[in-house]
Each structure stands twice: as C-alpha cells, then as structure tokens.
C-alpha cells in the first residue's frame, strides 16, 4: 500500500461499505429543511431526505463544508499518517464552493502537508468514480503522479446522462418556468441532462415518453463509445425502476464489463427529484 489517502465529499455517493473498504474519508455537505440542519449522509440518511423532500413545501438547501472541516480531516491523516500524501477530490466548482473551502482547509493547517485539491468538474457518482479509483490504485501501491495521471484520463473519457422522472422539482428549484414544468408534465416531455466536461449540468435533449427516453440515452453512449468495453454504474435517487430499466436497456445494448449500483443523495436530489436516473460510464 503506498502513503497516499483519499478525501473525499458526500456528493460523491459511493456507498459507504466501500469507503470503509478501501479507506475513502468522507466530509459531508449539510442540508437543511427551514431551520433544521443535517449532515449529508451522517445524520440523515438517503432514505430519509427523500421521506423529507416528498412532504415538504419548499426545497431544502445545501451548503458546503467549511474549511475548518477540511483541515480537521487533513490534519487527522497527518497526525496517523506521518508520511502520507492527500489526493482530496471535491465536487465541480462550477456547481459548489466546496473545491474552493478544501483549498482554503489546506492553507489553515497548523504544519503544511501534502495536500492536492482536485476539482472532479463534476457530480455524484461522476465524482465517486475519480476517488473509487485513486483508492483503489493508492491501495495497490501506485504513486501520486500515477494516481493524478489516471484521474485526468478518467475525466476527459468519462460520460454520464441523467433522466428525471418528473419535472416538479426542477421547476422548485428554478431550473425550469412553471409554465414549462406543467405543459412537460401533460406533454409527458422527459428531459435529458449531462454534466458537460467543465462540471456544468446542462440539456441534452427533450423526449416525449420515458421508453424513448431511455433510448435516447443509450444512443447518446453509442455515439460517445460505439462497440468499446465500458464499465458503467447506475444511479438512482430513491432506488426506482426508471434506473434498473434504463440500466437494464443500456447491458442489452452496450459491451458492459462491470456494473455499479449507487444511491445519489441529497445534493443532486434535491433538485432532480425522487425516481431520478442517471447512467456514469468509461472506458474500461
């Protein structure tokens, strides 16, 4: 095993038995309902946020950690682990300011270490992805510069396609007009978002109908990958059969070496809604 450790945020959504597994420390985001404030992942689980935001009346917010979280984290390897390098790998900062607090963690630690900060330019399992490597590849033995040099050939070959399953939440959340959201919900227009090679979610298209849908995906990837060997996790917020089917269409069409399951959490489920889908797939 080589001296690297890997920090992480909980918008990476890796399920927390690999975390322990492969030794991934987690800084958790906060979400609040009104005046009520919780940990992401830590004191509220995803089963419960989800319990939440179908009752309440308005979205909850989010806020990053704060810097004195991350230099806690830091400081607590550097204290076990004398000698040990940190690769910490944090949401896109196109979409939070938590790239920019773990910076500013780094710099507030009582004796400098060695601290790099990456910015994933990208969400959930997107971002899960990245630190799931790096760990796996720092528990094999590989060094820093092979792990930096694998997370950046990650990020330009990585593509990822979400579909919502209904359009209330990102018309809460601003994302579309009140008017879009109902003539979409009567038209039954499913909406297909990517998160685009600088971290920022954007359109990709609008389907009528969740079959077409779902195709639509699986074509998006074979322009992306034609026949190549992929390795792909499904997503889900609040586990729903949008996902396994979608996942299901994507084994039947796609050359699928591996298969992944995550649960997405607060942060982007927040504003996708429950019964979310999403598709992360590379190169294998």
């Known amino acids: 095993m080589s001296g690297i450790k890997i920090v992480t945020d909980s918008t990476a959504d890796i399920p927390k038995r690999v975390r322990e597994q492969l ?10 309902f009104g005046e009520e404030s919780y940990l992401d992942g830590v004191s509220i689980t995803n089963d419960q946020f989800y319990g939440r935001l179908a009752s309440a009346a308005s979205l909850p917010t989010t806020s990053q950690p704060s810097p004195g979280e991350f230099t806690e984290v830091y400081e607590k390897l550097q204290k076990k682990f004398p000698r040990s390098s940190i690769i910490s790998i944090h949401l896109a900062s196109a979409l939070s300011g938590t790239y920019q607090s773990a910076i500013l963690g780094s710099s507030m630690m009582e004796e400098p270490g060695d601290v790099t900060v990456i910015d994933s330019k990208s969400v959930s399992y997107g971002l899960g992805m990245l630190a799931v490597k790096a760990a796996e590849m720092a528990v094999a033995g590989a060094t820093k510069d092979e792990i930096l040099a694998a997370i950046e050939a990650i990020q330009k070959d990585m593509r990822m396609y979400f579909l919502v399953d209904t359009l209330e939440y990102l018309q809460k959340g601003g994302r ?6 109902l003539f979409g919900s009567i038209l039954n227009i499913k909406p297909i978002l990517k998160v685009d090679r ?6 990709v298209d609008k389907v009528r109908g969740t079959k077409k849908a779902m195709q639509r995906i699986i074509d998006l990837f074979k322009e992306d990958f034609g026949g190549e060997m992929i390795d792909m996790t499904v997503g889900w917020t609040h586990k729903s059969e949008l996902a396994l089917e979608l996942a299901a269409l994507a084994q039947s069409q796609l050359n699928v070496r591996n298969i992944r399951q995550t649960d997405i959490g607060a942060v982007i489920g927040t504003h996708a809604g429950p019964g979310a889908a999403a598709l992360f797939i590379t190169r294998v």
């Open 23 to 32: 030794g991934i420390e987690m800084v958790p985001l906060k979400v609040m």
């Open 176 to 181: 579309i007009g009140r008017a879009a959201a």
């Open 198 to 203: 600088d971290g920022v979610v954007s359109p």
